[in-house]
């Protein structure tokens, strides 16, 4: 069930972290991206026998065999040989694009997507080639061939779109044929809620490097190593492996006890939490069409945000003091390159969207 977390030290509570200016007697969280959700028993109890056990040097713990489960969940068969565990999805991302590229390369990035991907563009200097994809419109003339890297977020955060089989095509034909990278950040792809089950990046082209973690299917943010990157290619792997040695970016014991235990047993935890989120996000669409009809909302298949066009309201400043006088704390369009947007993480208690929609429909 939905708790909230107010008392911890949770990020998300504190309104010193918070986007805006939250002075509010009652805010309303909705925006870092974990969920409200107290974490599965069994990761619980693993971490916790680990932590009372008297081995804590160096260790290597094999999580091979459970990611390879955890992605039969999914029908998809990976070689145990191609996995590599890392720190963060973000770290694999920044390693891989300053791995592939030299300085000044085109990496083509998506808009709206996660910051920490348009920042691992810019901050290894390189040039990001920009795709606005608003609603998942993609075409071929809109992808630059010049470009060494294509990094995408799929699903995407922060609307949930998931690309179709088509779009998924035209994107592995293009790299193909330009001889592009594709780093792919998969970490909210379980997070699916209607039909099959999406295709891993790993499956659809050799030339990628899938990045995913336990981290957010299980709401296991604060235990950021239980990343991992999945790479077919045998040259490309070696060499991002070796960078990945160099700089000790692997990761730490704690994090893979955990990821062996959400992966291993955590199952029915996580299909009780989607179906959880699936009902809230229904929930949420009802009450956004009663109560706000003239808000344009997207809720993608995937994961648990909704993004609201709010740009008739002002500029993002304007927005932000709207939302800072009733107490509703969101994250803003431009941490995703979309200003004029905001972002709603709806894994919360139901009573909690009831009290957002309701003050959100006094302000706008
Ligand atoms: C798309 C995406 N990638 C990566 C991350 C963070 O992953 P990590 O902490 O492993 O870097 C997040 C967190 O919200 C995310 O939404």
């Keep these: 069930m939905f708790a909230e977390r107010s008392t911890s030290q949770a990020l998300k509570y504190q309104r010193e972290a918070a986007p805006g200016n939250c002075k509010h007697e009652d805010p309303l969280f909705l925006w870092i991206a974990d969920m409200d959700i107290p974490p599965s028993d069994t990761v619980i109890t693993a971490i916790s026998e680990f ?9 290597d713990i094999d999580i091979s065999s459970s990611v390879r489960q955890w992605y039969q969940r999914r029908d998809t068969e990976l070689s145990t040989d191609w996995l590599l565990p890392l720190h963060s999805v973000v770290s694999g991302a920044i390693t891989a694009v300053r ?35 608003a609603k998942g419109n993609i075409d071929e003339k809109r992808l630059d061939p010049d470009a060494k890297v294509l990094l995408i977020c799929h699903p995407n955060n922060p609307d949930g779109i998931v690309l179709n089989h088509q779009q998924l095509t035209m994107l592995s034909e293009f790299c193909e044929k330009h001889d592009i990278l594709i780093v792919a950040d998969e970490v909210h ?23 995913n973690s336990a981290s957010k299917s299980f709401n296991l943010s604060g235990i950021p190593a239980s990343a991992y990157a999945i790479i ?8 991002f492996a070796r960078v990945i040695a160099r700089t000790h970016l692997d990761s730490g014991p704690v994090a893979r006890v955990a990821l062996n235990a959400a992966y291993q047993s955590g199952g029915k935890w996580f299909d009780n939490t989607l179906s959880l989120l699936n009902e809230n996000r229904e929930l949420l669409r009802s009450l956004f069409a009663q109560l706000l009809p003239e808000i344009p909302v997207t809720m993608g298949n995937a994961t648990y945000f909704a993004w609201l066009n709010l740009n008739k309201y002002g500029d993002e400043k304007e927005v932000q003091a709207r939302l800072d006088d009733i107490g509703v704390v969101l994250s803003p369009g431009s941490e995703f390159q979309y200003p004029g947007y905001f972002r709603l993480n709806f894994a919360v208690s139901p009573e909690l969207l009831h009290k957002t929609v309701d003050r959100l429909s006094q302000a706008f």
């Design 189 to 211: 792809a379980d997070l699916v809620f209607e039909g099959p089950a999406i295709p891993a990046w790993f499956d659809l082209y050799k030339k990628s490097i899938t990045l």
């Design 232 to 239: 077919p290619d045998e040259s490309i792997r070696k060499r």
């Design 99 to 133: 791995t592939f590229t030299s300085p000044d390369d085109k990496v083509m990035v998506f808009a709206p997507t996660y910051g920490p991907l348009y920042n691992a563009v810019v901050s290894s200097e390189r040039r990001p080639v920009v795709i606005d994809w």
């Design 51 to 59: 932590l009372h056990s008297d081995t804590f040097g160096y260790a």
